[in-house]
């Protein structure tokens, strides 16, 4: 499929517009071990491994790709295992859309330092984007 670069820009500003929703804190994004699960709501089989907070203005539009303001790392990850998948949480904590991870230079919307996770082993973002329609 093939859509206009207008229209990938509209439907990228309604998704940023799902993400930075809300006003109890900061969108965060959450690394899971295993697989991602096939729709939004669905259980999550993998165990959360890492988790960022996330600005509130959460990153730009630009031709139809959000790309992701600067992440802080995770100093200090929840447990030990080989990321599988991001999930996404508006500022409330309700699910948004799931990502994949890749390690830098993979290709992975989200592209982190290492896929592999353990307790006191910082782990970075190296960018983020995400891509509507595309």
Same mark, same amino acid.
């Not at 991001?86 to 991870?101: A, K, S, W």
């Given at each position: %499929?093939? $859509?206009?670069?207008?229209? #990938?820009?509209?439907? *990228?500003?309604? %998704?940023?517009?799902?993400i930075?929703?809300? &006003?109890? !804190?900061?969108?965060k994004?959450?690394i899971?071990? /295993?697989?991602?699960?096939?729709? $939004?709501?669905? *259980?999550?089989?993998?165990?959360?491994?890492?988790?960022? &907070?996330?600005?509130?203005?959460?990153?730009?539009?630009?031709d139809?790709? $959000?790309t992701?303001?600067?992440?802080d790392?995770d100093?200090?990850?929840a447990a &030990?295992?080989?990321?599988?998948? /991001?999930?996404?949480?508006d #500022?409330? /904590?309700?699910e948004?859309?799931?990502?994949?991870?890749?390690?830098? !230079?993979?290709?992975?919307?989200?592209?982190?330092?290492?896929?592999?996770?353990?307790?006191?082993?910082?782990?970075?973002?190296?960018?983020g984007? $995400?891509r *509507? /329609? *595309?």
């Amino acid at each position: %499929m093939k $859509i206009r670069t207008s229209l #990938r820009t509209a439907i *990228a500003n309604e %998704m940023l517009a799902a993400i930075t929703t809300g &006003t109890l !804190g900061s969108p965060k994004l959450e690394i899971y071990s /295993g697989s991602m699960p096939a729709a $939004i709501g669905d *259980a999550i089989s993998g165990t959360l491994l890492a988790e960022f &907070t996330l600005t509130n203005t959460f990153g730009t539009v630009s031709d139809g790709v $959000i790309t992701l303001d600067p992440i802080d790392p995770d100093t200090d990850p929840a447990a &030990t295992g080989t990321a599988g998948f /991001g999930r996404l949480l508006d #500022r409330d /904590g309700n699910e948004v859309l799931y990502m994949t991870v890749s390690v830098v !230079g993979s290709g992975g919307e989200i592209q982190l330092s290492s896929l592999d996770i353990a307790p006191g082993e910082p782990v970075s973002i190296s960018s983020g984007v $995400i891509r *509507a /329609g *595309a």
